[in-house]
C-alpha cells in the first residue's frame, strides 16, 4: 500500500514509519523539518515532503502528495513551546482540519488518526474504561482540550460525508521508547541539566496516588500496522498492563518516594512555568491525576493485538533512553546536550519563550 503519514519524524512516527517501512509498503512522511534525512534508510521513509500544517497553503499540498493514497496516518500534534498556545492549536487542530479537508478532496478510503488517552473525561474511579466512556477530556489541559476538539472535527466530518472515508482513531495511553530519550530530555528537563542528573535523584516529591497508562510505541505501530490490514474503524484503546505508579518510577530511578498531594505539586509546576523555568504547564499535571485507566479489549479481540512489552519494561526504556540521551535519525529525535541546548537557546532563545515563525 502507499500510506502517507504526517508527523512522521516524530517519537511517534518514527515508529510506525518503522513499521510499515518493515511491513512493506510505500511509505511517504510528512514533516515541516526534512532536513538531513536519508530517504529509504534504516527505518526511514522512502520519500519525505515538507509540510508545516500550521499555514493554510498546506492544504494544497497535501491534496497533491495524498493523491492514490490507500491511507494517511495523522500523527502531526505539538507540544512545545507550551507557553505558544496559538501555534499548538494551529498545528494541532488546525492542522487536523486541513488533514481532513485534504483527505476529502483526494478521496482516501481510509484515515488513521492518533488520538490519546486525553480524549477521555476525569475518571470516577480506578475501573479501566472502553472506548464509549465520555470524551469531554480535562478541561485545565490544553493538550486534553485540542485532542477533543481534533476529534470532535472527525465527527463532524464522518456526520457530513458518510461512507466516503474509513476513519480509526487510536487512543494509547502514554507512549514511551529508548530512542525518544532525547526528545522527551527537551520535552522534560530544562536545557542546562544534563542527562546523567537522571541517575542522581535521591527522592521523587510526587503523589503516591499516581497511576498511569502506558504502551510501547512499537506495540502502537504493530496495533497501526493490524488496523491497515483489517481496515479496521473506530477508536481502540491501547494500553500495556500493569498501570505505571509513583512508586515505581521512584524505584526505576533508585529514588526515595516522598509523598507530595498533587495540589502542591501542582503549585510547583504552576510557579516554576510562570517564571519559564521549565517547559511542563499544569495540564500535564492534571492530566495525570485526572485520567482514567485505560481497557484495550477491543483492540485484542477485533485486531488480535497483544502488547508485547508490559508498563514496567516501557517505563524502564525511556528512562533509560533518557539518562543516555539516546537519539534517532530525525531532526525532532536528534541528539540532545547541554553544549546543544546552549547553541540553541543563543540561536533562538529558550524554549519556553520561544515561536514558531
Known sequence: MRIVVTGATGHVGSAMVRRLVADGHDVVGL??????????GDGVASSYRSV?????????????????????????W????SH???????????????????????????????????????????????????????????????????ERLLDEHERRQ???????????????????????????????????ALGLVPVLPMDRGLRVPMVHADDVADALSR????RAGGAFNLVADPPVTA?????????????????????LVSASWHARLQQVDTGWIDLAFALPLLDATRARTELGWTPTHDAHEVLGEVLAGMREARSGPTPVLRPRSVRQALADAWRGGLVSSRHRP
Do not use: C, W
Open 31 to 40: 514533516a515541516r523539518r526534512v532536513d538531513d534525512i536519508v530517504p529509504g
Open 247 to 267: 512508586a515505581d518510577i521512584a524505584a526505576a530511578l533508585g529514588a526515595r518516594l516522598v509523598h507530595v498531594p498533587s495540589g502542591v505539586l501542582r503549585g
Open 162 to 196: 458518510p461512507g466516503t472515508t474509513l476513519i480509526t482513531r487510536l487512543r494509547p495511553g502514554i507512549i514511551g521508547q529508548r530512542n525518544a530519550g532525547s526528545s522527551l530530555l527537551r520535552y522534560g528537563l530544562p536545557g542546562l541539566v544534563p542527562a546523567r
Open 52 to 76: 508545516d500544517l500550521t499555514r493554510p497553503e498546506s492544504e494544497t499540498a497535501l491534496v497533491d502528495v495524498f493523491a492514490g493514497a490507500d491511507a494517511v496516518v495523522h500523527l502531526a
Open 78 to 81: 505539538g507540544f512545545q513551546p
Open 84 to 150: 505558544d498556545q496559538a501555534y499548538l492549536e494551529a498545528l494541532g487542530v488546525g492542522g487536523t482540519r486541513r488533514v481532513l479537508a485534504a483527505v476529502a478532496a483526494a478521496a482516501v478510503p481510509h484515515l488513521v488518526h492518533q488520538s490519546s488517552l486525553g480524549v477521555y473525561a476525569p475518571k470516577r474511579d480506578d475501573a479501566p474504561v472502553g472506548e464509549s466512556y465520555p470524551t469531554d477530556g480535562v478541561p485545565t489541559s490544553i493538550y486534553s482540550r485540542h485532542k477533543v476538539a481534533a
Open 227 to 230: 488496523v491497515l490490514d483489517r
